[in-house]
T-cell receptor, first 114, second 111 residues
Framework: DTGVSQNPRHKITKRGQNVTFRCDPI?????LYWYRQTLGQGPEFLTY????????KSRLLSDRFSAERPKGSFSTLEIQRTEQGDSAMYLC????????????FGPGTRLLVL | SQKIEQNSEALNIQEGKTATLTCNYT??????LQWYRQDPGRGPVFLLL?????KEKRKERLKVTFDTTLKQSLFHITASQPADSATYLC??????????FGGGTRVLVKP
């Protein structure tokens, strides 16, 4: 257990529905990252926050995806109008930043879109 | 374009032997490189970080080398054990400290 928690661990939804995932990072960590991982591939960067500011978004993150970190603590990732291609493991990671580069990953949320 | 390549074929190895995994990259000049372990259905777990000015790093039975001229890192597991069976991911730092991962290499250690 790295200290990063994600909820839910599993989500099954029908195409077109909206889903929201939550990530609670290690409390003293300033940076929070979201990644997506499909079977047999490494994680792909989606977006990251420094405190409450969203500093970068990948081109992978379509307009249907939005992420927030309102108070610089937990973060949410919402997918609107889900598509079957959104089925993947969504991973959250946190780090202290300021030269401390190690990222600590949560257990992930596995999404299946039917 | 930037690429990170790891051997996609699984590595089957006998217990007690040394497993050696390769990570090659192109069009990167990373300040550091990291190796993670991932078990099925779980998030990656950090193992080792090596900086561009370091040639070698060790942690218990793990050893990582980093050759910025060859653009390659080697990851060694010595005296391998069945508990070492997992997927091992190589990751490079990009701007903003975000990580770009290779596809991972699955290691299976047979007793």
């Amino acid at each position: 257990d790295t200290g990063v928690s994600q909820n839910p661990r599993h989500k099954i939804t029908k195409r077109g529905q909206n889903v929201t995932f939550r990530c609670d990072p290690i409390s003293e960590h300033n940076r929070l990252y979201w990644y997506r991982q499909t079977l047999g591939q490494g994680p792909e960067f989606l977006t990251y926050f420094q405190n409450e500011a969203q500093l970068e978004k990948s081109r992978l993150l379509s307009d249907r995806f939005s992420a927030e970190r309102p108070k610089g603590s937990f973060s949410t990732l919402e997918i609107q109008r889900t598509e079957q291609g959104d089925s993947a493991m969504y991973l959250c990671a946190s780090s202290m930043g300021q030269g401390q580069e190690t990222q600590y990953f949560g257990p992930g949320t596995r999404l299946l879109v039917l | 374009s930037q690429k990170i390549e790891q051997n996609s074929e699984a590595l089957n190895i006998q217990e007690g032997k040394t497993a050696t995994l390769t990570c090659n990259y192109t069009n990167y000049s990373p300040a550091y490189l990291q190796w993670y372990r991932q078990d099925p259905g779980r998030g990656p777990v950090f193992l080792l970080l090596i900086r561009e000015n370091e040639k070698e790093k060790r942690k218990e039975r793990l050893k990582v080398t980093f050759d910025t001229t060859l653009k390659q890192s080697l990851f060694h597991i010595t005296a391998s054990q069945p508990a070492d069976s997992a997927t091992y991911l190589c990751a490079l730092e990009a701007a903003g400290n975000k990580l770009t991962f290779g596809g991972g290499t699955r290691v299976l250690v047979k007793p």
